[in-house]
């Protein structure tokens, strides 16, 4: 219904125009017709008339504060006179004068005698102006004047549907297309009528029939591919968007650039790239069909152009800061990562309080394990846009990479005071709690992650595998893990942590077949290594048992907590295993690569 609110008074003028001239096109701004305005037939003297035609002149001119000085001029000659009256609401609406243009309005409207047109052009000020029982009002005083005007039924139509009344406004167009059959604007409206009933068949109908009367009648094809999108008919969206283009209009920017976006929306980026580049060849310097087709490129993954493409675009406007930040991403998914930085820095120093390249900046540099100038952007970011939850979270996992829990635990908390409905936030707030040592705490932060979210798989894993580790609660460990792997079931960590939950439970043989699963999905992890060897150990598999906790220790022999183990076991020292040797040597002689980013 916006849509009708906002085309309102432009409908309702055009429908006056529309029995004078049958091609003719809505307009889409309040711009009185100069073939309105008549001079005041009652002026009692000449100079009434020399100030109405002076005040017209200006007009004309676009001179508005003009013609309000001549009109009142006179109106003062004249303070009857309904015409100046009507050119005063109609100025004082375009000037955004709301109130003065409702008085005046109402005024054209007070007694009896007045011109349908007249009347149907006050009705529109009003209705516009959100006065719709008044400009009903006016509206059935054009009716009785003139009964056989189809024009003054129509936007009474438009108004009682605004106002929910589908009956009426339906019989009142109706009725309107019995005295003026050939009115587009009639069948416009019985179309979107027909959407409001809930009837999309027979709104389609009626916008062909609309265009049918008038083949320019650009409202119509625009509602009818919306009504073709609304249900996900997006090919003949586009055919009806392409019929206008052909048949009436090849150079309607405004079309053009819908029927690009109905094409994105459709994966068609051959037919996007297609339409950008027509209305580039009208206009090379269209910077908005630039950055659309960067934007195809992108999703097309083909980052070599779509970068050629911004950069373009930024020669002609360097301060276009969502562009350069839109690069910069690009720049990452190419892994040039000093480029993507260098992009993101030339923007902060254009713009200091640009917030997404804070953040952009600040989450690269935290991908990059640079934690520290991670903190420094994301803080900022925080700053700037405090009711955004994805900085507080990054920031906290900095801090939380850095091993600094307590400031990871606050930044999470300061999230959550600014984004109370965030799960995520609860559960990075949990896994922060954890390292705090503060169980009963991660315990409620888990519950209010799945609280705002039932299918948060990660805290229900974590929640699960924690009462799992700790042997409590395994009845609700069990049906925790569970409803992760159902939620993710490529997820070998969900799925060890289910494993896990069975061995707690003592349900050996179940425990045994899902680590096993965890392994095949993971491959090398120490800790589902060291899952698998407890529970061969519990089986009395010993040799199993050792064989597995030996690898785990070939893949992490720094884990003393294992070390320990096997001895109590009895299954030697494993400090003298040439696996573990090597393994302890490899890790002392490995150089850091560099970090390699998903």
């Not at 069948?187 to 009837?199: K, Q, T, V």
């Not at 974590?462 to 069990?478: F, H, N, P, T, V």
């Not at 992760?484 to 179940?510: C, Q, T």
């Amino acid at each position: 219904m916006l849509l009708l609110r906002t085309m309102l008074l432009s409908l309702f003028l055009s429908g006056a125009m529309v029995a004078c001239a049958a091609s003719s096109q809505p307009k889409t701004t309040l711009s009185p017709p100069a073939t309105a305005v008549q001079p005041p037939a009652s002026a009692p003297e000449s100079d009434a008339t020399y100030h109405f035609m002076m005040g017209h002149q200006a007009e004309l001119a676009q001179d508005l504060d003009a013609a309000l000085k001549e009109y009142h001029a006179a109106l003062k000659v004249d303070p009857k006179s309904r015409e100046v009256k009507s050119r005063l609401a109609a100025l004082y609406f375009a000037l955004g004068d709301v109130a003065q243009a409702v008085q005046y309005a109402d005024e054209v409207g007070e007694g009896t005698g007045q011109e349908p047109q007249m009347l149907t052009h006050m009705a529109g000020i009003l209705a516009s102006a959100g006065k719709p029982e008044r400009a009903l009002e006016l509206l059935d005083k054009a009716i009785e004047h003139d009964p056989e005007r189809g024009e003054s039924y129509f936007p009474k139509g438009l108004i009682l549907l605004n106002q929910k009344r589908i009956a009426e406004a339906e019989q009142v167009v109706k009725k309107g297309l019995q005295y003026t059959s050939d009115s587009p604007i009639g069948y416009y409206y019985l179309g979107r009528i027909s959407i409001e009933a809930g009837n999309t068949e027979q709104a389609v109908a009626n916008f062909d029939r609309a265009i049918a009367v008038n083949q320019a009648f650009e409202p119509a094809y625009l509602a009818q591919a919306s009504v073709y999108e609304s249900r996900q008919e997006k090919g003949k969206a586009i055919a009806i968007l392409q019929k206008y283009l052909q048949q009436v209009n090849p150079l309607n920017r405004d079309i053009r650039q819908h029927l690009v976006q109905l094409y994105i929306a459709n994966k068609d980026y051959a037919g996007g790239l297609a339409e950008l580049e027509k209305l580039l060849e009208d206009n090379p310097g269209d910077l908005d069909a630039q950055l659309r087709m960067a934007l195809i490129y992108g999703e097309k993954k083909e980052f070599t152009k779509a970068i050629s493409q911004l950069t373009e675009i930024l020669k002609a406007k360097p301060a276009e800061l969502k562009v350069r930040d839109y690069l910069g991403y690009l720049y990452e998914e190419t892994k040039d990562f000093p480029k993507a930085m260098e992009t993101y820095r030339y923007n902060i120093h254009l713009d200091p309080k640009f917030a997404d390249s804070h953040v952009h900046l600040g989450v690269l540099l935290y991908r990059l394990k640079q934690f520290p100038e991670a903190v420094t952007h994301l803080d900022e970011a925080v700053r700037l846009m405090p009711k955004q939850p994805e900085p507080h979270i990054v920031l906290g996992l900095a801090y939380f990479q850095s091993e600094q829990f307590e400031k990871a635990s606050q930044a999470f908390e300061e999230g959550i005071r600014h984004n109370p409905k965030s799960a995520d936030l609860h559960f990075n707030l949990g896994t922060a709690y954890d390292k705090l040592n503060r169980f009963d705490d991660v315990v409620r932060a888990m519950e209010a992650a799945l609280s705002l979210d039932p299918h948060h798989a990660d805290a229900l894993n974590y929640l699960g595998y924690s009462y799992a580790e700790r042997g409590i609660k395994i009845d609700q460990a069990l049906s925790l893990t569970k409803r992760a792997v159902a939620l993710k079931p490529e997820n070998g960590y969900y799925v060890d942590s289910l494993g896990w939950a069975f061995y707690k439970s003592g349900m050996l043989a179940e425990a045994l077949t899902e680590i096993k699963k965890a392994v095949a999905m993971v491959g090398d992890d120490p800790v589902i290594y060291e899952h698998l060897g407890e529970i061969y150990l519990k089986q009395q598999k010993v040799a199993d048992a050792r064989e597995a906790w030996i690898h785990s220790l070939e893949i992490d022999p720094s884990n003393e907590k294992l070390l320990q183990r096997f001895r109590e076991q009895g299954l030697a020292n494993p400090a003298y295993e040439d696996r573990i040797q090597q393994a302890k040597r490899r890790v002392s002689e490995k150089t850091p690569n560099p970090v390699a980013i998903p």
